[in-house]
């Protein structure tokens, strides 16, 4: 019998009614034969309560505290469902990360999976009796104490749970369908994707498509997890939602894709970002060594350099420009001011009014002048690009902000992910 | 160094401000130079809280779920207060029941408690480290699930840790200063005692004083743990908080007791309890088994019978009464008119509109005449007995309800304990 992970996030488990239409969604899959593991989030406010107490009771509070309190949330919500589940018949119990055990490290407040028993999970499912497993949380096995993972963690433990119980697929239920080609807000004309890549989907993730953590797509990429995202909004006994293919995204692998296509899209998406600051250092002397002055003092601060852009030298000198996130662009250039000793430029400016716009998709590693076509239609509609970076997947362009809207419809059209 | 457990309950960490302050306490009792353990309750009104949602999810809910749900209302307090605890400078850390483990049988929802590892334990509150341990939970090893103890059941909690660690002392903090000779609600002149011993305050608390839970104080008498109930509400920094002699009532052996007191009271206070219903059977066929069929069918409805006095035999004909809770009254009545066949009576008939009042004292056990002094004073203010029980510690009067605070009065001055 296959074996299925499900992943429902805050607010599908909200209150005892979301809850017991989640329970609905896990007694359709049991009915369809699946051996079921749930995996669930903490009820909507409830993390955000937990994190306001802890620091009420000290700003600067003990990570293996904050874990011991903050975990309590999802052991509440995997008991309700199990209570849920048997009412309605289906044999269920609830498994907190330290039973199972999920055993991590001892990143208190950000702990890493380090590995996942699956021994007795497994036997348990395959005798039929569903498993909820509280997400977002394990157990560093030397001390035993709770940890859990960070902010979305649940994803990574849906993930990480149906790699260890290899697993058919993992459905991460949300409040949105699917993975759109683009944020339907700006373009209404976007469409569902029914395949995505699992490197397309990481682009997507980090560029601001905030479906999935990018940690848990990343684990679904290293382990081969099929993972399936769907809404829990909808009726679970519509009929659409018997059908898988059509019910929301799969996040597979490349092969996966190419199998079932008959033409491949050059490109899959169009991601945006706001977050973005854009620093420009002017007039640099242009000598061995200089980047690593002008980026050591920033990855010292633990600012997050995303694009970098440096022109050809002229006359001894060079523009370096590169982008930060927003609420580190006034700390960035006060780092690269205090080393102006040791890079020698002229002045440092730049602008948080400036939006990443990339396309991405598979197909590019195979279709030329894909970038090409971007720039003419960028600029016949007068959109001036600060900066451009790509990959062998993505093209990303550095844009005045106003023309976020206007750039994303453009390339949209352009690439004929219109429906 | 000696060990000491302290015991806050629900309102007594009812918010981070009261939580504070039990951290306060704390403080207090390792500056003294003990090695402490902290018992806490969830935070007051959780515990509720989380029930009602196991109740909303399946009326019938699972009990092993129930417990996972239940048992974070402490995980949640342990980590708050070991978070304020280090924030104060003192080192801390939560141990939840399953950590240390607080081995427990299956009986989710009302497990009993088989052993308590205090070895780890025990070590890390002699290197100095505070143990906040969640009260009220265990676990049961062969399934590894969650357990709690039920109501009241971080009292049993504390107890038990503190004969594990073979503390000096535990103290359970309330929202009273001790045990009184009665409920000063009902007379103003009682006083708090200094001593009471196990066998006494189990009495008081089976009889409705409720300060301690009963199974709690079992516990303390098999394992002889000296118990302490005091004050939360009190300033820690108070100056009597230091002199534990006068800050509330030690529950210990009655060997203890003796040891220290110049002449041993006669009586040492005065329970009642409203909640007892009278059920009289008139003329019953008085021949052998006759006990046994009435009281047979009676447990058999798991009502719980109290008193039982039955008449000594007129033409062969005998009265019985017995007292029940008053919420079995009826169903009590119902039952034995169910079984009429087999007793063989004219009828039955009671009322819920009494009172049972009982004089407690282990003095009773060396002085003759206790009881008659009772009966005396009773009759002389018109108060009418309708049943009598008595014991090696306690004489039980049950008497019409609204002669109750006039009686608990009368004793309470005849026996001497007005303060």
Redesign the interface.
């Known amino acids: 019998m296959p074996r299925l992970v499900m992943k429902f996030g805050g607010t599908s488990v909200a209150n ?1 009614e979301r ?2 239409n989640v329970a609905r969604h896990v007694a359709r899959e049991v009915e369809a034969g699946y051996k079921v593991a749930v995996v669930v989030s903490a009820m909507s406010g409830k993390t955000n309560e ?1 994190v306001a ?2 620091k ?3 700003p ?3 990570p ?6 903050v ?3 999802e ?2 919500t ?3 469902l ?3 589940l ?2 309605m018949g289906i044999p269920a ?2 498994w ?1 990360g ?2 199972i055990p999920i055993s991590t490290d001892d990143a208190h407040g950000s702990a890493r999976i380090l590995d996942i028993d699956g021994e007795a999970l497994g036997g348990s499912i395959d005798a039929g009796e569903v498993a909820v497993i509280a997400g977002f949380q394990g157990i560093h096995l030397p001390t ?3 940890t859990t993972l960070g902010r979305g963690g649940s994803d990574t433990s849906a993930v990480a749970v149906a790699a260890a119980l290899k697993a058919e697929r993992c459905d991460i239920y949300t409040d949105v369908d699917g993975v759109y080609t683009t944020d339907p807000r700006v373009v209404p004309k976007a469409k569902r994707l029914d395949r995505i890549a699992f490197e397309e989907m990481l682009e997507m993730a980090s560029l601001g498509a905030k479906v999935l953590q990018v940690r848990s797509v990343e684990l679904a990429m290293v382990h081969n997890v099929r993972t399936f995202v769907r809404s829990s909004l909808v009726d679970p006994e519509a009929p659409e939602m018997a059908n898988v293919e059509k019910a929301g995204t799969l996040i597979c692998d490349e092969e996966e894709i190419v199998a079932t296509q008959m033409e491949q899209q050059v490109v899959t998406g169009i991601a945006f970002s706001k977050d973005e600051a854009q620093v420009s250092i002017r007039r640099v002397a242009d000598k061995p060594g200089i980047a690593a002055a002008v980026f050591g003092p920033l990855a010292e601060a633990h600012i997050n350099v995303d694009m970098i852009v440096q022109n050809v030298s002229a006359d001894g000198f060079t523009d370096i420009t590169f982008t930060v996130p927003n609420a580190d662009f006034e700390r960035a250039k006060a780092v690269i001011e205090t080393a102006k000793g040791a890079i020698d430029f002229h002045d440092v400016e730049g602008s948080t009014d400036v939006t990443k716009v990339s396309v991405i998709g598979i197909g590019m590693r195979s279709h030329a002048g894909v970038a090409a076509k971007a720039f003419e239609a960028l600029a016949a509609r007068g959109i001036n690009i600060r900066a451009i970076t790509t990959s062998e997947i993505k093209i990303s362009f550095l844009i005045d902000a106003a023309y976020t809207e206007l750039a994303v419809r453009t390339l949209h059209s352009l690439y004929g992910l219109d429906s």
């Open positions: 005892l809850i017991s937990l107490w802890c009420e009771a000290a600067l509070y003990e293996s505290e904050y874990d011991a309190v975990a309590s949330g052991q509440v995997s008991g309700l199990a209570i849920t048997k009412k119990r609830s907190q330290w039973q035993r104490r709770l």
